[in-house]
């Protein structure tokens, strides 16, 4: 049974990542709180700077030492280090690394993008990172949909990640490298972030994860054209998009107003993907167009773009020993279409 003391002592052998002394020797943990019944740990730490990638850091790895530790789930809150104590530890600050993702050429980054939620973009963006995995690319997914993160549940992860040399190592899965806020968050607890916050979040994914060489790096980004998505296009110039819509031409309408943004900041629409397309009778073969028709045909040629694919209604076979409740087999139906979409993505690519 953890106790206070206890928790102290595992927390407090950390390093403040801007000060480097431990939280210990800062005197950083303001508050530690456990309640036995649920044996939950809470604990407010003090840092130089809140709403980092150095946060987000030291976060990990005081989730992954106090579950070592016995706890069954961690609340973290960060405040600000009074003045006093960061005047006298400033000098040791050191400089910052300059190593990032985003000056990488080797890298595509390509964000899947929709106009309004629930029309299965996630669902898209775990596949088709998978599918691009199975054609022995080096594949990397963000699951940058930060207020209804769904890729790890949708993946089956049930790791988190581990922090190796001030790096965050993703969760691999199918072949593919994963980072989710999810991973970030206890207890499915909303996100109450102020808008800059996400920003910073998300460019600690690019900068201060170990993506390694990496071919495509997928973006499942939030639906609509808000915040995030605006930020995404401003972060990554050279960022292609996908757009996912329903095929009811209603939902092409709404679709198009992301792929207006990607156009105006000047990212490459590679294609549409139609989901839901149809419904395809498993005894007749017949399909029944349940959600209309047209949708993907009228948005590709409203972003003067093609269809990458078009893919039925249908769930993946769920695999009880491998748990994935979103991924679809490579011999499924479903698997072989996003086979599909991805070779023709990757001859996009090369052209
Ligand atoms: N082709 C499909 N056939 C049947 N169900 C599907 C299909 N595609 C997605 N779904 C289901 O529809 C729901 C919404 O999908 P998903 O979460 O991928 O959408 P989303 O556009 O990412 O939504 P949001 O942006 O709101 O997170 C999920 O339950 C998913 O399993």
Request: glycine share 8%.
């Amino acid at each position: 049974m953890l106790t206070e003391v206890s928790v102290r002592e595992v927390v407090g052998s950390l390093k403040e990542p801007f000060l480097h002394k431990t939280l210990a020797e800062l005197n950083a943990i303001e508050e530690v709180k456990i309640k036995e019944e649920k044996n939950h740990v809470s604990v407010k730490i003090g840092i130089a700077r809140t709403g980092t990638s150095e946060q987000l850091q030291l976060q990990t790895q005081i989730v992954n030492l106090l579950k070592e530790a016995g706890a069954a789930t961690v609340g973290i809150r960060f405040s600000e280090l009074p003045e006093e104590v960061l005047a006298a530890h400033r000098h040791a600050e050191p400089e910052k690394k300059d190593k990032n993702l985003l000056n990488s050429d080797h890298t595509t980054f390509i964000a899947i993008a929709s106009g309004k939620g629930g029309v299965g973009k996630s669902t898209v963006s775990v596949n088709l990172a998978v599918a691009l995995a199975r054609l022995g690319k080096k594949v990397g997914l963000i699951d940058a949909d930060i207020y209804g993160f769904s890729v790890p549940d949708m993946m089956g992860i049930t790791k988190r990640p581990v922090v190796r040399d001030e790096k965050i190592i993703p969760v691999e899965r199918f072949g593919v490298q994963v980072i989710s806020m999810g991973f970030f968050v206890e207890d499915n607890a909303p996100i109450i972030w102020r808008g800059p916050m996400l920003g910073k979040m998300l460019n600690s994914f690019f900068n201060e994860v170990e993506w390694g060489e990496i071919d495509y790096l997928l973006l499942d980004l939030p639906p609509g054209t808000g915040d995030v998505a605006l930020d995404v296009h401003t972060m990554l110039p050279a960022c292609k998009e996908i757009i996912v819509t329903t095929p009811h031409p209603t939902a092409a309408f709404v679709a198009a107003r992301a792929g207006a943004m990607a156009l105006r900041t000047e990212h490459e629409v590679l294609g549409v993907i139609e989901n839901m397309a149809y419904f395809e009778s498993k005894i007749t073969g017949e399909k029944e167009y349940v959600f209309g028709q047209g949708g993907g045909d009228k948005l590709a040629e409203e972003l003067n773009t093609e269809v990458l694919g078009r893919l039925p209604l249908n769930q993946p076979d769920w695999n009880d020993e491998d748990f994935a409740p979103s991924v679809y087999q490579e011999d499924h139906q479903i698997g072989k279409i996003y086979l599909e979409i991805a070779e023709k993505t990757v001859s996009l690519l090369n052209k």
